[in-house]
């Protein structure tokens, strides 16, 4: 009587009997990587056991391994993780059906995360299809963001479109274009900001260092205070108040104001602007009457101008005509 053991890693429990019948034996899962199987055949003869082995070790091509533990991978093709298919993946790949774990990576060709698909990727893009977070992210030309088209954006631009960006603090030294954006702290920029909807400042503050452009207005429901000036310096006006047509050339204060130096005289002055309408309407006027009752011998009119208003000064006397004296000034208002 002869008993028959079949012994491989990879059968359950790592062995199993035989009958001295059996010619062929199947394993149901298959060989998953490259094994040895031993046939160990153990016969009785008058009262001692005799053991004989037949070994025989076959190589997968396509091994797999449930868990792999090593010390440095190197893949001289490409490595793909979560899947079986190299469709598309080319040479140098790095290809992750799921999540990645490391202290250092690199890529010498293409790394692509959450998908198999490595259409219209070239060497050296990086492309995610869930999340990525980050310590700290340096981007040596251009970051776009809620899309995939760079157009002609110059290197060193942040594109965002249509997706908001959270930040503690926010500094850019070239331009930064955004959909829509909340900074819950700061936000500096070096060079220029161009904003065209709304800006929402929180409990800190917003600074500017160079320019700050609203195309689409500025409201501001709380005070308005500022440190700077408001109004530019004072612009003395050329030329005879005989009524000709001047324009405003900004946001501004009109001043003018008249005198005469002798007895008995009485001076007018107006002040006409051009309204929304097209219509010529009075604005401001000022009376001079030196030697009546009461006594008059200067006064003042003040209009409020926006930027290419028409107006109109009419004294009926040059601005220093002998003892009759006419002075106008024109203060820019800085504010929008």
């Given at each position: 009587n002869t008993a028959y053991t079949l012994y491989s890693p990879t059968l359950p429990g790592g062995s199993t009997n035989l009958t001295d019948t059996t010619r062929h034996h199947t394993i149901e899962k298959g060989v998953p990587r490259d094994t040895t199987f031993t046939l160990r055949a153990t016969a009785q003869s008058e009262g001692h056991q005799k053991d004989s082995y037949l070994t025989t070790t076959i190589t997968i091509e396509k091994p797999q391994f449930t868990e792999l533990t090593t010390e440095r991978l190197a893949a001289t093709d490409r490595v793909?993780?979560?899947?079986?298919?190299?469709?598309?993946?080319?040479?140098?790949?790095?290809?992750?059906?799921?999540?990645?774990?490391?202290?250092?990576?690199?890529?010498?060709?293409?790394?692509?995360?959450?998908?198999?698909?490595?259409?219209?990727?070239?060497?050296?893009?990086?492309?995610?299809?869930?999340?990525?977070?980050?310590?700290?992210?340096?981007?040596?030309?251009?970051?776009?963001?809620?899309?995939?088209?760079?157009?002609?954006?110059?290197?060193?631009?942040?594109?965002?479109?249509?997706n908001s960006v959270f930040a503690g603090d926010t500094r850019t030294e070239g331009t930064a274009r955004m959909g829509g954006a909340r900074i819950d702290r700061s936000i500096r920029v070096d060079e220029n900001i161009t904003i065209y909807g709304k800006v929402h400042g929180g409990s800190e503050e917003l600074t500017v260092g160079s320019k700050l452009k609203a195309e689409g207005g500025a409201i501001i429901t709380g005070a308005l205070k500022v440190d700077g000036e408001v109004l530019g310096k004072p612009q003395k006006l050329t030329g005879n108040f005989d009524g000709s047509v001047r324009k405003a050339p900004s946001n501004g204060i009109l001043v003018v104001r008249m005198y005469t130096g002798d007895h008995h005289r009485t001076r007018n002055l107006h002040i006409d602007i051009k309204n929304s309408n097209g219509e010529w309407e009075n604005l401001g006027n000022a009376v001079v009457d030196y030697g009546g009752a009461p006594d008059t011998r200067g006064g003042s009119a003040t209009v409020p101008l926006f930027k290419d208003q028409e107006y109109k000064i009419s004294t009926g006397f040059s601005q220093n005509g002998g003892s009759d004296n006419a002075e106008g000034y024109f203060f820019p208002l800085l504010s929008p």
């Amino acid at each position: 009587n002869t008993a028959y053991t079949l012994y491989s890693p990879t059968l359950p429990g790592g062995s199993t009997n035989l009958t001295d019948t059996t010619r062929h034996h199947t394993i149901e899962k298959g060989v998953p990587r490259d094994t040895t199987f031993t046939l160990r055949a153990t016969a009785q003869s008058e009262g001692h056991q005799k053991d004989s082995y037949l070994t025989t070790t076959i190589t997968i091509e396509k091994p797999q391994f449930t868990e792999l533990t090593t010390e440095r991978l190197a893949a001289t093709d490409r490595v793909v993780v979560g899947t079986e298919s190299f469709d598309k993946a080319e040479k140098g790949d790095l290809r992750v059906g799921n999540k990645v774990i490391t202290h250092d990576l690199a890529a010498t060709g293409r790394a692509l995360v959450g998908s198999e698909n490595f259409d219209g990727m070239k060497k050296g893009d990086l492309w995610a299809g869930g999340q990525i977070t980050l310590d700290d992210l340096a981007v040596k030309k251009r970051a776009l963001i809620g899309s995939d088209l760079f157009g002609n954006m110059p290197d060193g631009d942040i594109f965002i479109r249509g997706n908001s960006v959270f930040a503690g603090d926010t500094r850019t030294e070239g331009t930064a274009r955004m959909g829509g954006a909340r900074i819950d702290r700061s936000i500096r920029v070096d060079e220029n900001i161009t904003i065209y909807g709304k800006v929402h400042g929180g409990s800190e503050e917003l600074t500017v260092g160079s320019k700050l452009k609203a195309e689409g207005g500025a409201i501001i429901t709380g005070a308005l205070k500022v440190d700077g000036e408001v109004l530019g310096k004072p612009q003395k006006l050329t030329g005879n108040f005989d009524g000709s047509v001047r324009k405003a050339p900004s946001n501004g204060i009109l001043v003018v104001r008249m005198y005469t130096g002798d007895h008995h005289r009485t001076r007018n002055l107006h002040i006409d602007i051009k309204n929304s309408n097209g219509e010529w309407e009075n604005l401001g006027n000022a009376v001079v009457d030196y030697g009546g009752a009461p006594d008059t011998r200067g006064g003042s009119a003040t209009v409020p101008l926006f930027k290419d208003q028409e107006y109109k000064i009419s004294t009926g006397f040059s601005q220093n005509g002998g003892s009759d004296n006419a002075e106008g000034y024109f203060f820019p208002l800085l504010s929008p």
